[in-house]
């Protein structure tokens, strides 16, 4: 069974950054896209960042060229480096793996994991 681990979130005050890191334990294969999303209190989870297999990145309006995602493909890891940080981007965090599953050279079905989440508090 896979089970997605973030780490890195906690509380920062505004301008400041924070890296959080989402690693998956178990096997994984077959990855397509790796991303983050948020939800803050009384709000819908909304997408923050992916990446695909390919690198190809896409990143929310609000979060561009503040945040970054980056992958290590060796450990099946995703992070979330947070710059220039607002009191708007608290919300929990959470990682999501995408991907499908192969059999015999055939795509039989896909997979869509997730992470437990992270708090991210920005105050002062």
């Known amino acids: 069974q896979v089970q997605l681990v973030e780490s890195g979130g906690g509380l920062v005050q505004p301008g400041g950054s924070l890296r959080l890191s989402c690693a998956a334990s178990?096997?994984?294969?077959?990855?397509?896209?790796m991303g983050w999303y948020r939800q803050a209190p009384g709000k819908q989870r909304e997408l923050v960042a992916t990446?695909?297999?390919?690198?190809?990145?896409n990143y929310a309006d609000s979060v561009k060229g503040r945040f970054t995602i980056s992958t290590d493909n060796a450990k099946n890891t995703v992070y979330l480096q947070m710059n220039s940080l607002k009191p708007e981007d608290t919300a929990v965090y959470y990682c999501?793996?995408?991907?499908?599953?192969?059999?015999?050279?055939?795509?039989?079905?896909?997979?869509?994991?997730w992470g437990q989440g992270t708090q991210v508090t920005v105050s002062s």
């Open positions: 990446i695909t297999s390919g690198g190809y990145t």
């Open positions: 178990g096997s994984i294969i077959n990855i397509r896209t």
């Open positions: 999501n793996y995408q991907g499908v599953v192969v059999r015999s050279s055939l795509t039989v079905g896909e997979y869509d994991y």
